[in-house]
C-alpha cells in the first residue's frame, strides 16, 4: 500500500479505492483507522478516494511522541501528505471527528482546498461541542424502536458520565439499526487507536477565534450534510457549523444518523456528487 515519512518521521499509509479524480479522505472516531468508511455510499464509482490511516491507527505506524496524536499537531500531516499525492488543489471530504482536523486544515493552507465535505462533522475546531442534551434530545426521536427501551437508559448514564461506555446504545448512531450497521459497528470499534483518541482533542488543540478568522476567509466552496437522527452533531449544530464558512452549502440527509452513507447510499451520493462536479443526472449506485 502506499506510504510516505512525516518530518518527525513517522510512516503514514493511506488506500486508494476506486476510479476517477481523487477525493482526499480523513476519517473520524477520533482515530479511527480509515477501513470503516468503505467505500462512501458509492462515491468510489465516481472518484478515487484516498483515504488516510491516521498516525497510530490502521497501516499507519505508532508516533514516537503521542503527543502528535492532538489534533492541531496533525495539520502538517495532512499537507506533507497532499504534496507526496502531488496535488496541487485538492477536494477533501472528512467525517465527524475528521472535519475537525480538516478545519484546521483549511484554516492553515486554504489555497489547497478546491472543495470541502464535512459529513456529520465534529465543530471543535470552532468552539463547538455537541452535549449530552443534544445526544439525549436526538436519542428521544427513536423510541418507537424496539431496542429503545433497554438502550436509551444506559446511553443517559454514559453521557452523564456514571456508566462506561455500553454497546447496547450503538443503534443511536445508525439510522437503521440493521445487519450492515451491526456489521460495520463490530469493524469499526476494532479499529480505534483508544490512547490516541483520548489525546486526540487534548488542552491547547484549538484556537476557535483564529480559526474563525481563517475560515472566513476561505473562498473554496463548503458543504456540510447532517443526519436528521444524529445527535453528534444534530442539525442545527451543524448548521451553525457551515455559517462558519463564506461560501458554504448544508443539507440534512432524513433518516440518517452518524453515517449517512450506511443509511442511504443512494440519497448520501446522489448529494455529495453533485456538489463535487459530478454532471448532471450522475448515476449513483443502487442500495440493493
Do not use: K
Request: net charge negative; with cysteine.
Amino acid at each position: 500500500m502506499p506510504n510516505f515519512t512525516t518530518p518527525d518521521g513517522t510512516r503514514l499509509a493511506y488506500h486508494l479505492r476506486g476510479d476517477g479524480e481523487p477525493l482526499v479522505v480523513l476519517p473520524g472516531g477520533p482515530m479511527r483507522a480509515s477501513a470503516y468508511l468503505g467505500d462512501l455510499g458509492g462515491l468510489t464509482a465516481h472518484r478515487r478516494l484516498t483515504l488516510l490511516d491516521l498516525r497510530g491507527t490502521g497501516d499507519s505506524a505508532v508516533p514516537a511522541d503521542p503527543a502528535t496524536y492532538r489534533c492541531d499537531r496533525m495539520v502538517e500531516d495532512v499537507e506533507v501528505w497532499r504534496a507526496h499525492m502531488g496535488l496541487e488543489h485538492m477536494d477533501l471530504l472528512a467525517h465527524s471527528a475528521g472535519a475537525a482536523l480538516a478545519m484546521l486544515y483549511a484554516a492553515r493552507h486554504p489555497h489547497r482546498i478546491r472543495r470541502l465535505v464535512l459529513i456529520t462533522p465534529n465543530p471543535s475546531a470552532l468552539g463547538m461541542r455537541a452535549t449530552p442534551e443534544d445526544r439525549l434530545a436526538a436519542a428521544r426521536m427513536r423510541a418507537d424502536e424496539p431496542w429503545f427501551a433497554e438502550a436509551f437508559p444506559a446511553f443517559r448514564a454514559w453521557l452523564c458520565g456514571e456508566a462506561d461506555f455500553d454497546d447496547v446504545f450503538l443503534p443511536f448512531f445508525h439510522g437503521r439499526w440493521d445487519a450492515t450497521a451491526r456489521a460495520h459497528t463490530d469493524a469499526e470499534l476494532a479499529q480505534t487507536n483508544e490512547e490516541a483518541a483520548d489525546a486526540y482533542f487534548g488542552e491547547g488543540a484549538f484556537t476557535p477565534d483564529a480559526t474563525r478568522t481563517a475560515l472566513a476567509a476561505l473562498t473554496a466552496p463548503v458543504l456540510v450534510l447532517a443526519g436528521g437522527l444524529d445527535g453528534g452533531p444534530r442539525p442545527d449544530l451543524a448548521r451553525r457549523t457551515a455559517d462558519a464558512f463564506p461560501n458554504a452549502e448544508f443539507t440534512v440527509q432524513p433518516g440518517a444518523g452518524h453515517y449517512p452513507w450506511l443509511d442511504d447510499p443512494e440519497r448520501f451520493a446522489g448529494r455529495v456528487l453533485p456538489f463535487l462536479g459530478a454532471p448532471a443526472g450522475t448515476a449513483v449506485p443502487s442500495a440493493e
